[in-house]
């Protein structure tokens, strides 16, 4: 292992994965804050600055229409309390095409009894045909999807499918989890009337808790649902949050403090501009992998622009991959389900400076050939001799746009 005087870059593990993520110093500084008690009025402030800054965060123009709720637990706890309150006695279609799509149908069949599924390959795109003629046959209450769904690394079209639950008289849950704070969400002009999402993925912040966003009127209509949990009671979150500014259950006290000193960070940066930079990574990062002739498993239109998924070149051992990049102290993923053994996963979000891609890359190229000399590779070799790139400039956008 390279000598930390030589390489101070090694003084700590830099995280190229979709979650959890290098963190910035102020977060580091927020979670240590002195304790407060959260039945006083220090919390009910938390709480709301949170809430304000996640509306500002989605972009919501008409704010008095929407609340947040924040939930001490993972962004799984936040999917779980969506599917166990919103249903009722109704039916819900949950639409998977990957590892976190299966996860919301496991979910759903445990408290729902009409339970729908139509399930596509991991890392294909939805038949929307096949849906809507689904939907036309079948009443369907609440349609659920995952945004980015990790496993693949594939953007979901929010549009098109909240238009065509508008269409059929439902009502369109989202699991938001690895795409807010990197992609635009757009509650109301995808139809969304809930959006899960969790502290440490784009938003920045540290693993343990995640929210729900959604529509005061969809809100208000659980407490005509018999309640299918105790602790993850969607009404129960939010009545205490419109009564007493508070959460139900003893919250996380510190990891709000960060969570609201990572959604500072960002809109001090600009909701925009944090976007752009995201993207702007993930071009580094693809254009660099590119040069080392990997291939991806999606095509670019398609993938989120939080990570990239890439094909594994033959001979190589995912596992050596991985265990060669953490001795230089990087963390990458590597592929699940279907892609175990021939993917591995470069994830672009948290406190990555220019360096640090510059760092991978270099690095990854100096595994790769070791890997494929000791292998004995001749086939489809990385380029021994490839410039890594330097950071792809990108006009900074007044506005992103909905992908569909």
């Known amino acids: 292992m390279r000598s930390k005087k030589i390489d101070p870059i ?34 009910d402030n938390l709480l709301t600055s949170i809430e304000q800054k996640l509306l500002t965060l989605f972009e919501i123009k008409k704010r008095n229409r929407y609340r947040a709720v924040v939930i001490t637990g ?48 991991w890392g294909m795109p939805f038949d929307t045909d096949q849906i809507a003629t689904y939907l036309a046959a079948h009443k369907i209450d609440v349609i659920a999807m995952v945004h980015h769904e990790t496993c693949s690394g594939m953007l979901n079209p929010l549009a098109v499918i909240g238009g065509l639950a508008r269409a059929h008289g ?79 259950n003893t919250p996380a006290v510190p990891l709000f403090f960060a969570l609201e000193q990572a959604l500072t960070n960002i809109l001090t940066e600009g909701v925009a501009n944090r976007f752009a930079r995201i993207r702007a990574r993930a071009d580094q990062l693809r254009l660099g992998m590119r040069k080392l002739n990997l291939e991806f498993v999606l095509d670019e239109a398609t993938m989120c622009t939080i990570l990239t998924t890439v ?11 991985r265990d060669r990049l953490r001795e230089k102290s990087i963390i ?26 510059q760092f991978f890359l270099s690095t990854l190229r100096d ?33 992103a746009k909905v992908r569909s």
Not at 11 to 31: C, E, Q, W
Not at 311 to 321: A, E, F, G, Q, W
Not at 346 to 355: H, T
């Open 10 to 43: 090694l003084d700590k593990y830099l995280l190229f994965t979709p979650g959890p993520v290098n963190v910035a110093a102020s977060l580091r500084h927020a979670i240590g804050k002195e304790d407060i008690c959260h039945r006083e009025p220090d919390f």
């Open 74 to 121: 993972s962004g799984t706890a936040a999917n779980e309390a969506i599917l166990s309150s919103v249903v009722g006695n109704g039916s819900i279609l949950i639409l998977s095409n990957g590892e976190f799509g299966e996860r919301l149908h496991k979910t759903s069949v445990i408290h729902n009894k009409r339970t729908h599924l139509l399930q596509q390959p």
């Open 170 to 248: 439902a009502i369109f849950v989202v699991d938001g989890v690895s795409s807010v704070g990197a992609e635009v969400i757009d509650m109301a002009g995808c139809n969304i009337a809930f959006c899960s999402s969790s502290s440490s993925k784009a938003i920045g912040s540290y693993p343990g808790l995640s929210f729900v966003i959604g529509r005061k009127k969809q809100f208000k209509k659980l407490k005509f649902h018999v309640a299918k949990t105790t602790y993850l009671n969607l009404a129960t979150f939010y009545g205490f949050l419109k009564q007493h500014g508070q959460t139900p």
């Open 311 to 321: 094909k594994v070149p033959p001979s190589i051992s995912v596992r050596d991959l």
């Open 332 to 357: 990458i993923y590597e592929g699940k389900g279907c892609f175990a053994g021939k993917v591995f996963q470069v994830g672009n979000i948290g406190e990555l400076s220019d360096r640090d891609i």
């Open 367 to 399: 595994v790769l050939l070791k890997l494929q000399a000791e292998a004995a590779d001749v086939v489809a070799p990385i380029r021994t001799k490839a410039v890594i790139p330097s950071i792809v400039a990108r006009a900074m956008p007044t506005r």
